[in-house]
Nanobody
Framework: QVQLVESGGGLVQSGGSLRLSCAAS????????MGWYRQAPGKQRELVAD???????TYSDSVKGRFTITRDNNKNTATLQMNSLKPDDTAVYYC?????????????????????WGQGTQVTVSS
């Protein structure tokens, strides 16, 4: 299966910036969509931004104009640059990746889909 490792996050004052990074690894795979979700206490997990293999991005209305998602297809990484942070952005941020991986058995490869999550990283914005 494909594993995701996140880095970044932390504590920042309102109006500040943070950068989150996510790296995918694990055998032979191709990642179609990489994205970031967040979950605040008492709330459901929500999409923040995602980006597909062609670089087409989607943002939640609450972060448009402030956050930027990018990816490096060669390195299987995705980065979320967060600017003009607000206290409402406080949450645990999770990296997500969807795609296909290839498993070898008896000299033959079979293709399987995956939907992997990172362990989560805390982002706290103080007012």
């Amino acid at each position: 299966q494909v594993q995701l490792v996140e880095s970044g996050g932390g504590l920042v004052q309102s109006g500040g910036s943070l950068r989150l990074s996510c790296a995918a690894s694990g055998g032979i795979f191709a990642t179609d969509v990489m994205g970031w979700y967040r979950q605040a206490p008492g709330k459901q997990r929500e999409l923040v931004a995602d980006i597909n293999l062609l670089g087409i991005t989607t943002y939640s209305d609450s972060v448009k104009g402030r956050f930027t998602i990018t990816r490096d297809n060669n390195k299987n990484t995705a980065t979320l640059q967060m600017n003009s942070l607000k206290p409402d952005d406080t949450a645990v941020y999770y990296c997500n990746a969807k795609g296909e991986y290839f498993r070898q058995s008896s000299g033959r490869y079979s293709k399987h889909s995956f939907n992997s999550w990172g362990q989560g990283t805390q982002v706290t914005v103080s007012s």
